[in-house]
């Protein structure tokens, strides 16, 4: 079960982006956005800060160098849950992942973890490390596809699509 604690700092970090007027952050301008990225950066770091602290005392150093890899991740999963669901329910996703993780993601008899788990191969392991770095590109490139962005590359692509619908003269 230690493999998941890191499920939490990662997802408080995400949840901290909750704001009562949020559908006004939709309109939002870039100063907005950019102000939130900053949040989310301060927030993100003191909250990893904090839990690295807590867990080099309690785990060997092998487990916290593991679980500091798996921060990346699951707080790329947590922001790609919160861009989805909101921001309040970012949870869920992370939550979806672990269930799966946890029934089948359990070691054959030799030891060795299926390819997809990526918080439990050991840390010299470098298929987990591009998972976890591939969770977090994910989940800032589902962070970046603000409602305006969304709308304006719908209308890109509707309008390439209507030029290839001319009537024939």
């Avoid at 950066?41 to 060997?60: E, H, R």
């Avoid at 699951?74 to 949870?91: D, H, K, N, S, T």
């Avoid at 089948?104 to 030799?110: E, I, K, R």
């Amino acid at each position: 079960m230690w493999r998941f604690f890191v499920l939490g700092p990662a997802v408080v970090s995400v949840t901290a982006l909750y704001s009562p007027i949020e559908s006004l952050e939709q309109v939002a301008t870039s100063t907005f956005h950019a102000q939130q990225k900053i949040f989310l950066i301060l927030v993100t770091l003191s909250s990893c800060a904090c839990f690295i602290a807590s867990v080099s005392l309690a785990f060997p150093s092998v487990m916290t160098a593991i679980m500091i890899r798996d921060f990346f991740g699951w707080f790329g999963i947590a922001l790609a849950a919160g861009r989805m669901y909101g921001w309040r329910q970012c949870w869920i996703l992370p939550v979806l992942v672990l269930v799966p993780m946890l029934y089948w993601g359990t070691a054959d008899a030799d030891g060795d973890f299926p390819w997809w788990e990526f918080t439990a191969r050991p840390i010299e392991d470098i298929g987990a490390a591009v998972e976890n770095v591939t969770l977090l590109l994910l989940g800032i490139l589902v962070y970046s596809l603000t409602p305006w962005r969304i709308s304006s590359a719908w209308r890109l692509f509707k309008k390439k699509t209507d030029s290839y619908n001319l009537p024939d003269t």
